[in-house]
């Protein structure tokens, strides 16, 4: 089956800063990358994706960058705020049913 | 449309015990998928249901089980507790078609002693 590394597990910037956050995965059939943001106490949520047929996504200060060929994606967050701070998880989409890889998470903290 | 619900919001059970949670979908989802979360391990799949039927399933043992019924809601199935078993349960929900994101429910929190 799929297997998703994230790295780092934590990251500290200051704000203003730029994050990046990189995952690698095994299978070349996903077709789908989610970035989810999980608050303290709260559900994941949704903060940007990507399919496999484009390189790159922006929206706002966050972005997501595909390299199917590395097999590897990251999420990038331009001028940080301490609101950033949380648990960022990638995922990948295996390619039978709906079944999502989830990273290990990164935590990050956004020091004002 | 409202989100993605999870019944009850904490559980606290003893070993041995068994639990049910639930989980009702956004309206017009047909697949469920639950997950467990603990610290430092992230999140786990469990199961995935669509359309009443598992499509896929994770690597946990057989005491971890589920159903869906025809309104997509489905429900979990821990049996014979473990202190182990201690962790967040999240279900998550989306149209089951390739490329849809899921969207994920508050999570059930069960305590084990």
Redesign the interface.
């Known amino acids: 089956g799929e297997n998703v590394e994230q790295h780092p597990s934590t990251l500290s910037v200051q704000e203003g800063d730029s994050a990046v956050i990189k995952c690698t995965y095994s299978d070349s059939a996903s077709n789908y990358f989610p970035w989810y943001k999980q608050e303290l106490g709260k559900r994941p949520q949704l903060i940007i994706d990507i399919r496999s047929n484009v390189g790159e996504k922006k929206d706002q200060r966050i972005a997501v960058t595909l390299n199917k060929t590395a097999k590897h994606f990251s999420l990038h967050i331009t001028e940080t705020q301490p609101e950033d701070s949380a648990v960022y998880f990638c995922a990948a989409r295996g390619n039978t049913g709906n079944q999502f890889y989830f990273g290990t998470g990164t935590s990050l903290t956004v020091i004002p | 449309k409202a989100g993605v619900t999870q019944t009850p919001r904490y559980l606290i059970k003893t070993r041995g015990q068994q639990v049910t949670l639930s989980c009702s979908p956004i309206s017009g989802h047909r697949?469920v998928?639950w997950?467990q979360q603990t610290p430092?391990?992230?999140?786990?799949?469990l199961f995935?249901y669509?359309s009443e039927t598992q499509?896929?399933k994770?690597n946990f043992p057989g005491r971890f089980s589920g159903r869906q019924f025809s309104n997509s809601r489905s429900e979990m199935n821990v049996s014979t507790l473990e202190l182990g078993d201690s962790a967040l349960y999240?279900c998550?929900s989306?149209t089951?078609t390739?490329?849809?994101?899921?969207?994920?429910?508050?999570?059930t929190r069960l305590l084990v002693l």
Do not use: K
Request: glycine share 24%; no cysteine.
């Open positions: 697949s998928s997950y430092g391990q992230g999140l786990q799949f995935e669509f499509r896929n994770g999240l998550a989306s089951g390739a490329g849809e994101t899921q969207y994920f429910g508050p999570g």
